[in-house]
């Protein structure tokens, strides 16, 4: 049988994803054949997925952690919207979410198999949610208002107090999105965690900036109830709920998460956060100083206007490169993207102008 090459990520440039650290790899072998759908079955990776909450919570800002692994930031999405949907059932029979336009395409996906209404409002000039337009959004309908911490299009952290501030005074949930940005954001300059605002859900993904295997999403409630607004009654498992989405799940990727997070939590990733940084800084320098016009990174994450015709040229050349709605080349500084594969990616972009 003829084997594919493997991934390699020598030119991936735009992905939120990146090589698994090799603590996570190994971990995601040996639970390949598990299933923390059933915990009673699958101890061990049940203990596993446990312990994974714990880190999250940590790493977040939340001492008593109610959660679970999830198949990635879509997922914990959609049950963040399903569980403020649940949990305000005698308050309206007429759901709405606020969010803004920055939040990811997840949130339609919950909206439409919620039946619930996504309002997406304008952000403001820096690409972070306007908090004029988010107040006027609300109504006695609104049981979500979202915040995005580390968007993906810009890397932009919205404001999140106020943000919680909107939510609690109309009687609805807040929940933060830092899929991407939640290993980044303890160590930043914008620093924000369940600590410093009382968001009620937060989804922060081991497969995207926690180095574990996909698929492993993060979603974290601060009160028990969100959980249990999720939970199904489970007749032939020993078991007898389950608040997953999916039933069957990868214990490939819960293992690999808490094996991730041990080794990298939280000297791996502060270290990881500041080599990113000090990248996207010197990229966006580097751009700049050829004309090209830049967002200023506030996250690890470098958007710049490259026009069409270039980014083709660059893509021909193998550089697997995405761009913004507003037509913005976008570089995630995830940990395989270098100041040598920048520097080569720079010397092909002066080359094809
Ligand atoms: N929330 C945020 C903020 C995200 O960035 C993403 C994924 C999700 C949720 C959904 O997570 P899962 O894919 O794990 O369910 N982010 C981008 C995506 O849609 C990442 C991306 C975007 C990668 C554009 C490459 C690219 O060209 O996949």
Request: with cysteine; net charge negative; glycine share 8%.
């Given at each position: 049988?003829?084997?594919?090459?493997?991934?390699?990520?020598?030119?991936?440039?735009?992905?939120?994803?990146?090589?698994?650290?090799?603590?996570?790899?190994?971990?995601a072998?040996?639970?390949?054949?598990?299933?923390?759908?059933?915990?009673?079955?699958?101890?061990?990776?049940?203990?596993?997925?446990?312990d994974?909450?714990?880190?999250?919570?940590?790493?977040?800002?939340?001492?008593?952690?109610?959660?679970?692994?999830?198949?990635?930031?879509?997922?914990?999405?959609?049950?963040?919207?399903?569980?403020?949907r649940?949990?305000?059932r005698?308050?309206?029979?007429?759901?709405?979410?606020?969010?803004?336009?920055?939040?990811?395409?997840?949130?339609?996906?919950?909206?439409?198999?919620?039946?619930?209404?996504?309002?997406?409002?304008?952000?403001?000039?820096?690409?972070?949610?306007?908090?004029?337009?988010?107040?006027?959004?609300?109504?006695?309908?609104?049981?979500?208002?979202?915040?995005?911490?580390?968007?993906?299009?810009?890397?932009?952290?919205?404001?999140?107090p106020?943000?919680?501030?909107?939510?609690?005074?109309?009687?609805?949930?807040?929940?933060?999105?830092?899929?991407?940005?939640?290993?980044?954001?303890?160590?930043?300059?914008?620093?924000?965690?369940?600590?410093?605002?009382p968001?009620?859900?937060?989804?922060?993904?081991?497969?995207?900036?926690?180095?574990?295997?996909?698929?492993?999403?993060?979603?974290?409630?601060?009160?028990?109830?969100?959980?249990?607004?999720?939970?199904?009654?489970?007749?032939?498992?020993?078991?007898?709920?389950?608040?997953?989405?999916?039933?069957?799940?990868?214990?490939?990727?819960?293992?690999?998460?808490?094996?991730?997070?041990?080794?990298?939590?939280?000297?791996?990733?502060?270290?990881?956060?500041?080599?990113?940084?000090?990248?996207a800084?010197?990229?966006?320098?580097?751009?700049?100083?050829?004309?090209?016009?830049?967002?200023?990174?506030?996250?690890?994450?470098?958007?710049a206007?490259?026009?069409?015709?270039?980014?083709?040229?660059?893509?021909?050349?193998?550089?697997?490169?995405?761009?913004?709605?507003?037509?913005?080349?976008?570089?995630?500084?995830?940990?395989?993207?270098?100041?040598?594969?920048?520097?080569?990616?720079?010397?092909?972009?002066?080359?094809?102008?």
């Amino acid at each position: 049988m003829q084997r594919s090459a493997p991934q390699t990520f020598d030119r991936v440039l735009s992905s939120m994803c990146t090589e698994p650290h090799p603590a996570a790899r190994d971990a995601a072998e040996r639970f390949l054949a598990t299933n923390p759908g059933d915990p009673a079955t699958y101890e061990e990776v049940a203990t596993l997925e446990a312990d994974a909450v714990d880190t999250l919570g940590e790493i977040a800002g939340l001492s008593d952690p109610n959660g679970y692994v999830t198949s990635g930031g879509t997922e914990a999405n959609i049950q963040a919207v399903r569980a403020a949907r649940n949990r305000s059932r005698d308050r309206t029979s007429n759901p709405n979410v606020v969010a803004p336009e920055s939040a990811h395409f997840s949130f339609n996906k919950a909206a439409d198999v919620l039946g619930v209404e996504l309002r997406l409002v304008p952000t403001d000039a820096d690409h972070r949610a306007d908090l004029d337009a988010v107040r006027a959004a609300v109504d006695d309908d609104t049981v979500l208002v979202v915040g995005v911490a580390g968007s993906t299009e810009f890397g932009r952290v919205d404001p999140i107090p106020n943000l919680v501030d909107i939510a609690h005074d109309a009687g609805a949930f807040c929940h933060v999105d830092a899929a991407w940005g939640g290993f980044l954001l303890p160590f930043a300059e914008t620093a924000w965690s369940f600590a410093h605002a009382p968001i009620d859900s937060l989804t922060v993904d081991p497969h995207k900036c926690g180095r574990a295997c996909i698929p492993a999403g993060g979603l974290l409630f601060r009160e028990r109830a969100g959980l249990d607004a999720l939970a199904v009654e489970t007749p032939y498992l020993e078991s007898t709920s389950q608040a997953t989405l999916t039933g069957t799940r990868s214990g490939a990727g819960v293992a690999s998460a808490a094996a991730a997070m041990d080794a990298l939590w939280p000297d791996g990733y502060r270290r990881e956060y500041e080599r990113a940084a000090d990248l996207a800084a010197w990229f966006a320098g580097e751009l700049r100083g050829r004309g090209i016009e830049v967002v200023d990174p506030e996250l690890p994450l470098v958007a710049a206007d490259v026009p069409g015709p270039l980014f083709e040229a660059l893509r021909e050349r193998g550089w697997r490169v995405s761009r913004t709605g507003s037509d913005l080349l976008r570089v995630v500084c995830m940990p395989h993207v270098t100041r040598d594969s920048l520097s080569s990616f720079l010397a092909d972009l002066d080359a094809v102008r």
